[in-house]
């Protein structure tokens, strides 16, 4: 039993004598605040994005309290210092010098501002499930108000429906009277740490000597592996649930208590003698920023396979530095490429989900150059010149370093430029040097296990990754080599700082235009040869031909491709030529969006959900043009359907906007094409950041897709929302949302976490 469960067993245990005497129990912190902070604040209240950076998804945050300085700021000239909660500092009063200002002090004869707030929305209910006044800002459009606590009569007389939790059915009675109480008594914290149990711990010393190894190729393998892992939210086998681990670089090795060496970014110098070590991930786990790993004697051999196995050697040590981030190809070229790049394939969807879906929670400076949803596939290790030609590979090293580490403002466009040409440089040497090959075919395409096929979803400022091909064949493919995956990685994990400046900023996401179109280039060739260019017409209409004309290398429209595929439509051909060939990897099997026949249901399932399943389909891959309500709709919506057994399932209402190119990095309006948005529906919660749900009743789903269809402008789309809507008002609306988490619980239990309802839309 893990530390936290004897610790909340004991407090439970107190608080039992306690009544048993008569006494009223002390409020807990553990027992009673933290699972009300959790149940109706986390949800807002975590990670970057949160509202004046105020965490309440543990004691640390909530004893850290709120700042004034948003961490999302596009336009700040200057890098803004690192608030990185359990890593930049400890303690009330070290966050506090960093200028963040206390919500659960009392001021004088003021109440906390916490239990002012608190009380500002217990005394203005909402009107239940109905709309909110258009005048409550929410979303990402809300300004950061932050009132210091003497700011709160000014913010409660401007903002009087403005209360907490932010236009949101809110406290039950008892949970109000608890946290008032909490407050007026000094607000006492009795939270501890999260500790391994004594089967986690036997393996994190296993890890962390594996990491901690003594040899100069040793230390390399392990700080690869560190940069490759530091986002990981790690779990072992046997190990307790709900329990994950980080890796971090201390100053003390194993058996000692950590020192953290908090750099900027996890491959800044450490400065000092490192030693790679495990440490418990405290606080709640909320769903965008639980990008997970697993830790078994399986994995441990694999690693000591890729990486221990050869003879290949270590002359020197490679130092910190700028150059060192921008080019970890030269960084770490003495380990073998085949093992760096067979690591990150047997782990790819992992990786992708590290730059797609992100830590940062706010991701709309990468994700405004990708296209709503594509497939992703990798290229086999056999047929990667990087990987089988070392004469290639010392070509190619010297032309893959990445720009973002200078981030003098005045520069951004020089340093554009340069890195944009030497870039294309590149593309020209991949460009020919795999003219000569044999065309590829499919064996030129990695297939080894179900990470292989990926399906990526953009809900406008956030992405989701999912296993297998799902939706309908999309307009866009992305093929990653080596290079390719590895350089996205570092641009946009490794590297990308998110309190960094507009000028790191800007380069990232402009760095980050040449990888899609390297991606798009790379899947071309797959295509014969004298369909690329109509390709790439429809990828860069309009704008995006300046765009291919100024900043892409050519591509090759010359060499044949070797798969035999339909002239008329290729793309489609090969689409379905793969979802035939690699049908036992393909995770997601998808007959909702892509009906071949009858029957657009899935197999084996309640024959009350076969037949809803039958009726959504009718919602899917049909142009907005002509379903007239996907104008009304959010980027992702959940459906929650019940059948009459009181069993449910979650769909994913996923709209696809459609985009003339994605090349620019402003004026997406310009390019946006409305008429011809889709909807792609799928089982599973498919975004952390829900924007609307949907409760419907299996055998009313039918009704629901007619009203659907029939609904042509907001008033039509309204009456659907007052009937089968889960609005912000709603009095069951924090059942349901949870419901979404517990349903990922019951599907993929590791990837449970509390969702986000920042972007939760008042429709």
């Not at 000092?272 to 909320?286: E, H, K, N």
């Not at 995956?485 to 960094?500: H, I, K, P």
């Not at 010359?558 to 339909?566: A, Q």
């Not at 994913?652 to 985009?659: E, T």
Request: glycine share 6%.
């Amino acid at each position: 039993m893990s530390l936290r469960l004897i610790t909340s067993a004991v407090l439970a245990l107190v608080a039992c004598i306690a009544q048993a005497d008569g006494v009223a129990p002390a409020i807990s912190y553990t027992r009673d605040i933290q699972p009300i902070f959790t149940e109706k604040c986390v949800a807002c209240h975590a990670c970057y994005d949160s509202a004046c950076q105020l965490n309440l998804g543990s004691a640390e945050g909530a004893a850290r309290g709120a700042s004034k300085v948003p961490v999302y700021d596009g336009e700040r000239s200057q890098a803004t210092p690192t608030t990185r909660l359990f890593y930049d500092a400890f303690g009330k009063q070290a966050w506090q010098q960093k200028g963040f200002y206390s919500v659960l002090d009392a001021q004088g004869s003021q109440a906390a501002l916490m239990a002012r707030m608190l009380e500002l929305g217990h005394n203005a209910p909402l009107q239940p499930n109905a709309k909110l006044p258009e005048d409550i800002v929410l979303g990402l459009n809300r300004e950061n108000m932050c009132a210091m606590p003497g700011e709160f009569n000014a913010y409660a007389g401007a903002h009087p429906k403005e209360g907490m939790p932010l236009a949101v059915t809110g406290l039950t009675d008892q949970q109000y009277q608890t946290l008032q109480r909490w407050l007026a008594s000094g607000a006492p914290i009795d939270e501890q740490g999260l500790a391994p149990s004594a089967k986690e711990a036997l393996q994190v010393q296993q890890w962390e000597n594996l990491f901690n190894q003594p040899g100069a190729r040793e230390s390399l393998v392990a700080r690869w592996l560190f940069e490759h892992l530091f986002l990981a939210h790690i779990y072992f086998e046997n190990g307790e649930s709900g329990h994950f681990f980080q890796w971090v670089r201390s100053r003390t090795p194993s058996g000692q208590p950590i020192d953290l060496i908090a750099t900027r970014r996890p491959n800044d110098d450490p400065g000092t003698r490192v030693y790679y070590r495990l440490w418990p991930v405290q606080g709640v786990i909320v769903h965008k920023t639980h990008i997970t790993y697993p830790f078994s004697a399986e994995k441990m051999a694999r690693i000591k396979e890729l990486f221990y196995a050869g003879n290949w050697q270590v002359n020197a040590l490679p130092g910190y530095g700028p150059g060192r981030r921008a080019n970890p190809f030269e960084t770490f070229e003495a380990i073998p490429a085949k093992a760096r790049y067979q690591f990150m394939l047997d782990n790819a969807e992992y990786f992708v989900r590290t730059f797609i879906r992100g830590p940062v929670c706010r991701g709309q400076i990468a994700t405004d150059v990708i296209r709503d949803n594509f497939w992703t596939l990798f290229q086999d290790p056999d047929h990667d010149l990087y990987i089988t030609d070392a004469r290639y590979r010392g070509q190619a090293t010297p032309l893959l370093a990445m720009p973002g580490q200078n981030d003098d403002v005045g520069s951004v466009l020089s340093l554009w430029l340069a890195y944009r040409d030497k870039r294309n440089e590149y593309e020209a040497l991949r460009r020919d040097s795999y003219a000569d090959l044999p065309p590829p075919s499919w064996s030129s395409l990695w297939a080894g296990n179900d990470n292989a096929l990926l399906s990526i979803f953009r809900h406008f400022d956030s992405a989701s990754v999912s296993k297998g091909l799902i939706g309908e064949v999309p307009q866009t493919m992305w093929l990653f080599d080596y290079p390719l995956l590895e350089r996205t990685y570092y641009q946009l994990a490794v590297n990308f700082d998110v309190f960094g400046n507009v000028s790191h900023q800007a380069q990232t996401r402009l760095y980050f235009d040449l990888i899609r179109n390297g991606a798009e280039q790379n899947f071309l060739r797959l295509m014969p040869a004298d369909s690329r260019d109509d390709f790439l017409d429809d990828w860069y209409q309009n704008s995006g031909k300046l765009k291919l004309w100024l900043d892409y290398e050519a591509i090759d429209d010359d060499k044949p491709t070797g798969l035999h595929l339909n002239e008329k439509d290729p793309k489609r051909d090969f689409a379905n030529q793969l979802l035939t060939r690699y049908g036992d990897l393909n995770a997601s099997p998808d007959p909702i969006n892509r009906c071949s026949g009858a029957y657009c249901s899935r197999d084996g399932i309640d024959p009350a959900l076969q037949d809803a399943e039958q009726a959504l389909s009718r919602l899917t891959s049909r142009p907005a043009a002509g379903l007239k309500v996907i104008d009304q709709l959010p980027e992702a919506t959940m459906l929650r359907v019940e059948t009459a057994s009181g069993k449910r399932v979650v769909y994913s209402l996923l709209r696809n906007r459609a985009h003339s190119n994605v090349a620019f990095l402003l004026g997406e309006a310009y390019r946006y094409q409305p008429g011809l948005d889709t909807l792609t529906i799928y089982p599973g919660v498919l975004s952390s950041y829900p924007n609307f749900m949907f409760n419907i009743p299996a055998q009313q789903v039918p009704e629901f897709v007619a009203e659907m269809e029939q609904a042509k402008d907001a008033k039509g789309f309204e009456k659907i929302v007052d009937r089968w809507g889960v609005r912000r008002s709603h009095p069951l609306f924090w059942q349901y949302f949870h419901d979404l988490s517990q349903y990922i619980r019951e599907t993929t239990p590791v990837e449970e976490g509390v969702l986000d309802m920042n972007r939760y839309e008042n429709l």
